[in-house]
C-alpha cells in the first residue's frame, strides 16, 4: 500500500496506544464492578488512567485535524462511508465524555481524582448526592456504549482485514 493512503506513524501509534488504554479501562471497570475486595486497588490504576485517556484524546483530535485521515476505498458504499465516520466521532465523543463525567461524579460525591501521590484534580461540580447518583448512572451507561462502539470498530476492522482485504485496516496497521 502506498504511504500516501497510510496514516501517519504518530497516528497509528496514537491509535494503537489507546486502544490499549480503552480496553484496559473497560476491564478495569468491569473489574470494579464485580469485585470487592480488588476495589480501591483498581481504582487507583482507574482514575489515573482516566486522566490519561482524556488528555491522549486531546491530543488524538488535535492531530486527526492536523493530519487528516486518507481517502476511504472509492467502492466503498455510501452507508459503510457514513457508519465509519460517524462510529469515529462516536468513539471521540465517548473518549472526552467517560473521565469528564467520572471526574464530574466524583466531585460529586466528594470523592478525591488522586492521579498519582498527592497529585489530586480540583472537583468540577459541587457536591450532591443525587447529582453523583445521576452521573455514576451515565458513566456506567456510556461505558456500555463505549465497549459496544469498540466492539463494532474492531468487528469492522477484522472485516475489512480478513473478507474485504481492502484499504482500510492497512491504513492503521503499523506493520506491513
Known amino acids: 500500500m502506498a504511504a500516501a493512503h497510510r496514516f501517519p506513524a504518530f497516528s497509528r501509534f496514537l491509535h494503537w496506544l489507546m486502544a490499549v488504554l480503552v480496553l484496559a479501562m473497560l476491564f478495569i471497570g468491569a473489574g470494579m464492578t464485580a469485585s470487592i475486595g480488588d476495589y480501591h486497588w483498581l481504582l487507583t490504576i482507574h482514575r489515573p488512567l482516566g486522566l490519561a485517556i482524556l488528555i491522549l484524546v486531546a491530543i488524538r483530535l488535535i492531530n486527526r485535524l492536523l493530519n487528516p485521515p486518507p481517502p476511504l476505498p472509492a467502492a466503498m458504499p455510501g452507508w459503510q462511508r457514513f457508519a465509519a465516520k460517524a462510529s469515529h ?29 498527592s497529585f489530586v484534580l480540583p472537583p468540577i461540580l459541587p457536591q450532591d448526592a443525587m447529582l453523583f447518583a445521576a452521573l455514576r448512572e451515565l458513566h456506567r451507561i456510556l461505558a ?8 463494532a470498530h474492531l468487528g469492522a476492522a477484522l472485516l475489512h482485514a480478513l473478507i474485504f482485504r481492502d484499504s482500510v485496516f492497512q491504513s492503521m496497521a503499523s506493520w506491513r
Open 89 to 117: 466521532w462516536l468513539l471521540y465523543i465517548l473518549m472526552f465524555a467517560l473521565p469528564i463525567v467520572g471526574w464530574a461524579m466524583l466531585s460529586a460525591g466528594p470523592y478525591p481524582v488522586v492521579v498519582w501521590g
Open 144 to 151: 456500555y456504549l463505549l465497549f459496544l462502539t469498540f466492539l
